[in-house]
């Protein structure tokens, strides 16, 4: 057990619909991370939050989007979506104090898309 | 940009006998380097990690793993695999530079045959 959390397990939407994951994180880490892994591929970085700011984007467009807030929970954000948005969206938490620190992971929304 | 080569997509291993799971990294200075494991359905769970220090590492479940430099490669040994170990392992790069991105291989996955 990591003590990361993530709701919902599974979800099922249509194209062009929006959707929020949302993530409780391990008490007192202050960086939250998402990644999306689509089937049978390694997870990809979307973006990280240091203190309630984003922190490093990976390669997706804006349509992702996140919040972190005070009490160590996080959002992932999707507009508009599209079916290859359909993977497994993971978050992680860490302690970020000056170097790199582990990340623990949930254990992921699936997400399918139709 | 950092990256990570997984070059066995797939391995089989009798149950007792060793594993070694291939992992070489590109990235332009000492990276952070990570083991993952993923049953299905399932989150990623932390191996192992090297930051600094000794470059063999152990870690959880009876894994090691070695960084060595001149090879750009953190391959992950067992002396004798159980049954259990059967699931997809993924190997990560981290930056030094205070943005904690992970970035995966594509993951190899390993049966376990009795």
């Known amino acids: 057990e990591t003590g990361v959390t993530q709701s919902p397990t599974h979800l099922i939407k249509t194209r062009g619909q929006q959707v929020t994951l949302r993530c409780s994180s391990q008490?007192?880490?202050?960086?939250v991370s998402w990644y999306q892994q689509a089937l049978g591929q390694g997870p990809q970085f979307i973006f990280q939050?240091?203190?309630?700011?984003?922190?490093g984007r990976g390669n997706f467009p804006p349509r992702f989007s996140g919040l972190q807030f005070p009490n160590y929970s996080s959002e992932l954000n999707v507009n508009a979506l599209e079916l290859d948005d359909s993977a497994l969206y993971l978050c992680a938490s860490s302690l970020q104090t000056g170097g790199v620190e582990t990340q623990y992971f949930g254990p992921g929304t699936r997400l399918l898309v139709l | 940009a950092q990256s990570v080569t997984q070059p066995d997509i797939h391995i089989t291993v009798s149950e007792g006998a060793s594993l070694e799971l291939r992992c070489n990294y590109s990235?332009?200075?000492?990276?952070?380097l990570f083991w993952y494991v993923q049953s299905p359905g399932q989150g990623l769970q932390l191996l192992l990690k090297?930051?600094?220090?000794?470059?063999l590492v152990q870690g959880i479940k009876g894994f090691e793993a070695e960084f060595k430099r001149s090879q750009s490669s953190f391959n992950l040994r067992k002396p004798s695999v159980h049954w259990s170990d059967a699931a997809e392992y993924f190997c990560?790069?981290?930056?030094?530079?205070?943005?904690?991105?992970?970035?995966f291989g594509t993951g190899t996955r390993l049966t376990i045959i009795p």
């Open positions: 939050y240091y203190r309630e700011e984003e922190n």
């Open positions: 090297y930051f600094s220090g000794d470059t």
């Open positions: 008490s007192g880490h202050n960086t």
């Open positions: 990235y332009g200075a000492t990276p952070y």
């Open positions: 990560a790069v981290g930056r030094r530079d205070g943005n904690e991105k992970l970035t």
